[in-house]
């Protein structure tokens, strides 16, 4: 359901529409009246009035309920790869709770009635500032274990972009075909073969993705006693391998197609996973595309600057969610000096993001665009596509409401005003 407020005030019910998460002013086809804006936070009227009918959410809007009642759905093995991380998990924990010490001061007496939560990223106008951070198991966590394709549907019916992993149970082809008008993101997992990193680059061009995001900080995995103690990585059992097994390069390079020899497809994908990146192969990285090129997992200043001097056109402040290294600092912590070093830069940001209000502080500290992860996935475990959609709509809902109520119209208004740390 969703609804519209006409300039009398009377509320009006239409479809399910792609246009409900368009913060664009709407017009009633079947009307010439002028409607007002729609905004995301309209998901909660929605909400309230479903309620009227004695129609709850059939999922929790709050993050910690979302995920309690999709760790009681996922597998054991899901559970561990999901929720855990790497050494006894203090970033991951640091990235959700340093969003606590950081603040927004309301303003009052500005029109906040309209907001405007669009952004501009390598040229595309995107309907709002957040996208699906790339997770290679996505696939795995919807009960079909489709989860990439029921994320590019969620993709498509909010029209926030998609960052699809090299890591997938379906090819990046097929979820590619599912985007509707949301961008999709390739993210690379460079793999120690030029050729073949060439070959997936290529394919995802050609299947229209809009952007490369080369992830850095994982050309190995991260201690993650979780999954240690339970000898569990889903990889190595064959799973979200289809990029690899699909690639005709990847073919060319086995004896037998991995239909025949699933075993062996599989030993040649731990061979071949990861190159280790330095500076020195930036110029070849560059080359393979004339996508932007985006990095993931710069934290440093220096990196940053480095970065944009070498050619890349955007930077992702991440640390993999605490997956990677357990190095301590929350990554919000360590977006302002990125921010100030990557000048007009975009800066994509992860980690820790839980709800709307994070969104928010994010973009007050700079980032041009959110990644959500996690949540994302406990909507798949729960409900495919469509709990994708709730968890996405449920985190702008909250961020357009924090916007409007705080006294902040647009994303620049929000950015001038910054965010304050909160003495703890
Ligand atoms: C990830 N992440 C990740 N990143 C990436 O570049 N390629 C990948 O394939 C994956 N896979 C992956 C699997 C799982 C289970 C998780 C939770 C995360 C990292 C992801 O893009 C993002 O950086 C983190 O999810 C951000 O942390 P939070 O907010 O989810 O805690």
């Known amino acids: 359901m969703r609804v519209f407020k006409d300039e009398d005030g009377g509320l009006r019910n239409f479809g399910h529409s792609r246009a409900n998460v ?10 010439t009246k002028r409607l007002h804006p729609v905004h995301f936070g309209d998901y909660q009227n929605e909400i309230y009035l479903a309620g009227l009918h004695g129609v709850l959410p059939a999922l929790p809007v709050d993050a910690a309920g979302l ?15 999901v929720q855990g991380g790497c050494g006894d998990e203090l970033t991951q924990r640091r990235n959700v709770e340093a969003f606590a010490h950081w603040g927004m001061i309301p303003r009052m007496l500005v029109d906040t009635t309209s907001r405007d939560l669009r952004i501009e990223l390598f040229g595309m106008t995107l309907p709002s500032p957040i996208f699906m951070s790339p997770v290679g198991v996505a696939g795995l966590c919807a009960q079909d274990g489709h989860g990439d394709l029921a994320a590019a549907r969620a993709a498509a019916a909010t029209g926030v972009p998609l960052a699809v992993s090299t890591l997938m149970n379906d090819s990046m082809e097929t979820a590619a075909g599912l985007l509707g008008e949301a961008p999709g993101f390739f993210q ?17 061009e050609a299947a229209g993705y809009k952007v490369l995001v080369v992830t850095l ?3 190995l995995t991260g201690w993650r006693p979780r999954d240690l103690n339970a000898s569990n990585f ?19 390079l086995l004896a037998k197609p991995p239909e025949q020899d699933p075993a062996a497809a599989v030993r040649k994908w731990a061979e ?52 990677q290294a357990n190095s301590g600092i929350a990554a919000i912590d360590m977006l302002p000096s990125v921010v100030a070093a990557s000048g007009d830069a975009p800066v994509l940001f992860d980690s820790g ?41 449920s985190i702008l809902a909250e961020a357009d409401l924090l916007m409007a109520v705080n006294g902040y119209p647009t994303i620049a208004q929000l950015r001038a005003a910054g965010a304050v740390r909160v003495a703890s």
């Not at 368009?22 to 009307?31: A, I």
């Open 272 to 323: 071949l996973f990861g190159m280790a990146l330095t500076w020195a192969d930036l110029p070849w990285l560059r080359s393979l595309t004339k996508l932007p090129l985006v990095l993931k997992g710069i934290c440093h200043p220096d990196d940053a600057r480095r970065a944009i001097d070498a050619g890349v056109d955007g930077i992702y402040c991440s640390n993999h969610g605490g997956r």
């Open 353 to 393: 993001v839980r709800t709307g209000t994070d969104v928010i502080k994010a973009l007050a500290m700079g980032a041009r665009a959110v990644g959500i992860g996690r949540p994302y996935l406990y909507g798949l475990a729960l409900a495919g596509a469509a709990g994708v959609e709730h968890v996405v709509r």
């Open 217 to 219: 900080d994982t050309w």
């Open 67 to 81: 995920e309690s009642r999709a760790l009681q759905a996922l597998p054991q093995s899901l559970v561990s790869y």
């Open 188 to 204: 690379l997992y460079t793999p120690r073969h030029k050729e073949l990193a060439r070959s997936l680059v290529c394919r995802a």
């Open 22 to 31: 368009t913060p664009s002013v709407n017009e009633n086809p079947k009307s």
């Open 234 to 252: 889903p990889q190595l059992r064959g799973h979200v391998l289809v990029n690899y097994f699909s690639d005709p390069v990847f073919r060319s």
